[in-house]
DNA sequence: AATGAGATGTGAAGTAAATGTCACCTAGGC
DNA sequence: GCCTAGGTGACATTTACTTCACATCTCATT
């Protein structure tokens, strides 16, 4: 698992860096905010462990940051001495999947480590790149091959909803309540959404993303 | 976003399940782990929330259950009074995504339910492999020596339903049981899956994964 | 060892339901 | 008043499951 570490206070950074080292992680460290953004841009990390109290940036300003002008979904965790439901609640605003108070015991952030790391980035922000598709959730813009994609509003909501579960198969009824929620359509009108999302996106090319499992539903499978 | 609640105070079942309603959140409550473990299986939702301490199975066993029986991955938080961190330890073990100790602010419970509800289903779980053959419950994939065997909806859930009693024999009555439920086929259309099953499965290797009792049933053997 | 009855394997065919396809309609925005 | 996105419904196609008929196997009994 490879971890990026925000943490000014150096005694700190290098135990815990040698805690996480000994379970086979591979751990770069940041003391400020500034480098944190740097390497969080050039390097991928499974997680990254971010303080927030620090002279200079603050970690909720770093993590702000690494979601809305470096477009990462990496999975983020602060580790802080503030306990305050005001803190927590900031911390999350900030786009934080978790929120640990010093003192901590190294063992539960192992476990939160690995169940955030388990689950892989956001599906929902950023630009985000599944084998040869990519998809700008902000200026909800679609690529495949570099090859520009045109989707309308409900057939790029259909195409995030099946990213966001891939690669489980997700049930007609399931996309109908996410799409539409209490008041769908009365006719089966996703079965026509799904062929011209389907004529856009995979008739073009010579394998699909989209794969139909009769009687299960659809599933979005990125190779 | 539709919520499983799992906890066997009513007064603060309601209470929570309030606040989340008033979330716009669609809550379904369960007192107890059985009825939650039904729920589960038969409904999707994009959270579960558990308690631990209750009559009868506890929350880890239910968590450990929906991980391993029922393999679903959807993120999963505990909601429990019980705060030292061998308990937490044992809940990141049973498979929970977060854990939250009572007392606890609601709004840190909101915030820590999106945090999850945004991610993915978990990369780690849903694919067992037995031997050379390689299950992934969640995009319903098998293969046998990396070479992927294509299976009807039937016959995927038979040969689950065999990995999971195995090494033990299944007789055809207990099998026709968990596949049809109350209304079998008048025929014994079992042998035809089977046969199926074994086209796909057994026929192309060397040595079968599914062995024939004669007079008492079959049975998955992994090697 | 021979035998026969029940258990199991094999495969073709029929059928109902799920899904794909597409032209047209409607409502609302510009 | 046109343009566009999305809904509707009719029809075509595909899929998976059941059913059935027959072959083959297994084992207890002779």
Chains 1, 2 share one sequence.
């Not at 040698?18 to 500034?34: F, I, K, P, S, W």
Request: proline share 4%; with cysteine.
């Amino acid at each position: 698992m490879k971890i990026l570490l925000l943490e000014d206070d150096i005694q700190l950074a290098e135990s815990l860096g040698e805690y996480l080292e000994g379970m086979a992680c591979n751990v770069d460290y940041a003391h400020t905010a500034r480098t944190c953004l740097h390497l969080a841009k050039d390097n991928h990390y499974d997680v990254l462990i971010l303080d927030i109290g620090m002279p200079g940036m603050s970690g909720l300003e770093a993590c702000h940051k690494i979601r809305h002008d470096l477009h990462l979904s990496t999975p983020l965790l602060f580790l802080t001495a503030r306990d305050t439901l005001d803190d927590k609640l900031l911390g999350f605003r900030a786009g934080c999947d978790d929120y640990l108070v010093k003192p901590f015991d190294p063992e539960e952030l192992w476990c939160r480590l690995n169940a955030l790391a388990a689950r892989g980035p956001r599906r929902d922000l950023g630009i985000q790149t599944f084998g040869e598709l990519t998809i700008d959730y902000s200026s909800r813009k679609v690529f495949r091959n570099q090859q520009a994609i045109n989707l309308h509003a409900t057939q790029f909501n259909l195409l995030k909803l099946l990213i966001r579960h891939s690669p489980e198969v997700v049930s007609k009824e399931q996309i109908e309540a996410e799409l539409w929620g209490d008041e769908p359509p009365d006719s089966d009108s996703l079965r026509t959404h799904m062929y011209r999302l389907r004529n856009q996106l995979d008739k073009p090319f010579s394998h699909s993303l989209i794969i139909t499992e009769y009687g299960k539903g659809y599933r979005f499978e990125s190779r």
